[in-house]
């Protein structure tokens, strides 16, 4: 069982900034592909951004490369996403999931609880 904390979220301009980390409560999280996800109100979840158990590829939606990063430390159990240049339309709630490697990070195994992104215009 892998838990998996969210935090980071909060309110910015748009324009703006934001860093997300999750925490990983597990001694094998090398072993697992990490992905972020979002699910704006009214809009179905969608992948925003994915790297695998060594950090070594990544992934990301069209709507947001080139504004997002996705970064592991995996001595620390953490993943992280780096939102720049927000928009309104990247305004959700962000959920941190995990996925044993190997296996199709779209279709995760753990998910945290989420942590809530707003972008004011």
């Known amino acids: 069982q892998v838990q998996l904390v969210e935090s980071g979220g909060g309110l910015v301009q748009a324009g703006g900034s934001l860093r997300l980390s999750c925490a990983a409560s597990?001694?094998?999280?090398?072993?697992?592909?990490m992905a972020w996800f979002r699910q704006a109100p009214g809009k179905e979840r969608e992948i925003v951004a994915a790297?695998?158990?060594?950090?070594?590829?990544?992934n990301f939606a069209d709507s947001v490369k080139g504004r997002f990063t996705i970064s592991r430390n995996n001595g620390r159990n953490t993943v992280y996403l780096q939102m720049t240049s927000l928009k309104p339309e990247d305004t959700a709630l962000y959920y941190c999931?995990?996925?044993?490697?190997?296996?199709?990070?779209?279709?995760?195994?753990?998910w945290g609880q989420g942590t809530q992104v707003t972008v004011s215009s």
């Open positions: 999931a995990a996925a044993p490697s190997g296996s199709n990070w779209n279709n995760p195994t753990y």
């Open positions: 790297v695998t158990w060594d950090g070594r590829s990544t």
């Open positions: 597990t001694r094998t999280f090398s072993l697992y592909n």
